[in-house]
């Protein structure tokens, strides 16, 4: 889920001068492909409410701290959640 106001670019290429080719804007949901590159992620189609509609490569910058932004998106489902390391 997209935390930054007002709107986060998604990016042809993993890299904050690739050409921006959507906006996601504060609150909207998108879908990682499940790839990444460093603070990365690669948008599924199912992203967008018309997969059809979907950018051929799709990127979003995780956390932009290191640009001066802060954190740009929250995980609100992973289909393998982290390993528990209670010892029981």
């Known amino acids: 889920r997209v935390v ?3 709107r986060i670019a998604v ?3 993993p890299a904050a001068q ?4 959507d906006v996601f804007c504060e609150g909207d949901e998108a879908i990682a ?3 990444s590159r460093g603070p990365w992620l690669r948008l599924a189609r199912a992203s967008w409410p018309k997969p059809a509609d979907a950018p051929e ?3 979003v910058l995780r956390d932009g701290a290191s ?3 802060g954190p740009l998106l929250e995980l609100v489902y992973s289909p393998n959640p982290p390993e528990s390391t209670d010892e029981h």
């Open 57 to 59: 490569e799709a990127w």
């Open 4 to 6: 930054h106001r007002p």
């Open 33 to 35: 492909s499940g790839e």
């Open 18 to 21: 690739a050409e921006a080719v």
């Open 67 to 69: 640009i001066g932004l």
């Open 11 to 13: 990016r042809a290429a």
